[in-house]
């Protein structure tokens, strides 16, 4: 499957943004989701996942009450909804797929990645 994250942008602080991961080759109905950001000389970080029937989601500590990763209604993508913005949110995001039917925190757990989309939140 080919992942694409879309959605990214300039920002202020406190508003809202919401990425978008669509996949092309292969249903994403097949596989688990998961959000993963970058930050400037900082290491890959978790964001979010969901499983593969969409009834178990897991986040990271930092993005906790404020980010709600969903699939879309026909499954045809996963969707990240971003309240609350902070400066330190400012990354590049990537979308990945797991062949797992869990939703995992870890990277190495992913089979497929996305080229991300970058946001920025300005304060």
């Known amino acids: 499957v080919q992942l694409q994250a879309s959605g990214g942008g300039l920002v202020q602080a406190g508003v809202s943004l919401r990425l978008s991961c669509a996949g092309s080759g292969s249903t994403l109905r097949s596989y688990s989701m998961g959000w993963f950001r970058q930050a400037p000389g900082k290491e890959r970080e978790f964001v979010a996942s969901?499983?593969?029937?969409?009834?178990?989601?897991t986040y990271g500590d930092s993005v906790k009450g404020r980010f709600t990763i969903f699939r879309d209604t026909a499954a045809t993508t996963v969707n990240l909804q971003m309240n609350g913005l902070k400066p330190e949110d400012t990354a590049v995001y990537y979308c990945?797929?797991?062949?797992?039917?869990?939703?995992?925190?870890?990277?190495?757990?992913?089979?497929?990645w996305g080229r991300g989309t970058l946001v920025t939140v300005s304060s």
């Open positions: 990945a797929a797991s062949q797992q039917p869990f939703a995992s925190t870890f990277a190495g757990q992913y089979n497929y």
């Open positions: 969901i499983s593969r029937m969409g009834s178990y989601t």
